[in-house]
């Protein structure tokens, strides 16, 4: 159980350094409403919702914002109704990028990330041509003073946990499970004392790019171009970073 991916580090702190506390609060009422949609308002029957409500909770989200958005999705108050789409595209360097959006208008939103990719030396591609490449995971981040490495990965092996990162460059050990399991892991885990820093549903791909620093660069534009749109939930690609863009 063992490597690491550089870009998982560099979207956390890009997480860390996101000043526009707004649009994070947005990103998470949209993902709260759709999974109460999709799956019911009870969080204790739905996986999903749980996991939304959680991740509301860590960046410290008021809790009527939570209750209104779940009666929202539930269709309990009005408002837009927002659609799950998936957008799949290239980079420079060919790196694959995969786009996690929630719209209420298709066409304005795949014309701004057509846009966003164009601009920045990117190309927008049709379904299925990258999807291939990313699996549905779940992620735990577990902060190395809540734990020591044998300690978290003897529960880790208990829990059912896939695979467990300890990159020597990071503060975070990074756990991988099953998008099924990952609720049920955190719990085992909280269970044995150890603090969960974050938890999140992520699409993780089977390879990674290696890409030199001009290529790095031209996709972090083309990140945070995407990232800027009010419609996109998240961003996955397949490059590693260079040593020296990762510092």
Same mark, same amino acid.
């Given at each position: ?6 870009w998982? =580090?560099? /979207? ?17 009422? /949209? ?9 019911g308002? &009870?969080p204790?029957?739905?996986p999903? *919702?749980?996991?939304?409500?959680d991740?509301a ?13 779940? =009666?929202?999705g539930? %269709?309990?108050?009005g408002? +837009?109704?927002y ?7 290239? %980079?420079? %360097? %060919?790196?694959a990028i *995969?786009?996690?959006a929630m719209?209420?208008n ?5 014309a701004?990330?057509?846009?966003a990719l164009t601009?920045?030396?990117?190309? *927008? ?9 990313f699996?549905?995971k779940?992620?735990?981040?577990i902060? /190395?003073k809540a ?9 880790? $092996? ?5 695979? $467990?990162k ?10 991988i499970?099953? +998008?099924? &399991?990952m609720?049920?892991?955190? +719990?085992?885990l909280e ?7 974050s ?10 790019i ?13 990140? &945070?171009? *995407? &990232?800027?749109?009010e419609?996109? =939930? ?14």
């Amino acid at each position: 159980m063992s490597g690491h991916s550089k870009w998982a =580090q560099i /979207k956390r702190k890009k997480a860390v350094t996101d000043s526009r506390r707004g649009k994070v609060f947005s990103r998470i009422v /949209k993902e709260v409403s759709v999974a109460a949609r999709m799956g019911g308002s &009870d969080p204790e029957g739905n996986p999903r *919702l749980r996991t939304a409500i959680d991740k509301a909770k860590e960046v410290n989200m008021p809790l009527d914002n939570i209750k209104r958005a779940i =009666q929202k999705g539930a %269709g309990e108050l009005g408002g +837009a109704m927002y659609e799950e789409i998936i957008y799949e595209g290239y %980079g420079p %360097g %060919g790196v694959a990028i *995969l786009i996690e959006a929630m719209t209420d208008n298709k066409n304005r939103t795949v014309a701004e990330i057509r846009y966003a990719l164009t601009k920045h030396g990117g190309t *927008l591609g049709e379904s299925g041509c990258v999807a291939w490449m990313f699996s549905k995971k779940g992620c735990i981040l577990i902060d /190395k003073k809540a734990a020591t490495e044998d300690a978290l990965m003897s529960e880790a $092996l208990e829990a059912g946990v896939d695979d $467990l990162k300890n990159d020597p460059g990071d503060d975070m050990y990074e756990l991988i499970t099953s +998008a099924e &399991d990952m609720s049920a892991v955190k +719990a085992h885990l909280e269970k044995a004392g150890i603090a969960v820093s974050s938890s999140e549903i992520t699409m993780i791909p089977g390879n990674y790019i290696e890409v030199d620093a001009s290529t790095s660069n031209k996709m972090m534009r083309i990140i &945070d171009a *995407l &990232d800027e749109l009010e419609d996109v =939930q998240n961003v996955h690609a397949n490059f590693e970073l260079p040593d020296e863009e990762l510092s």
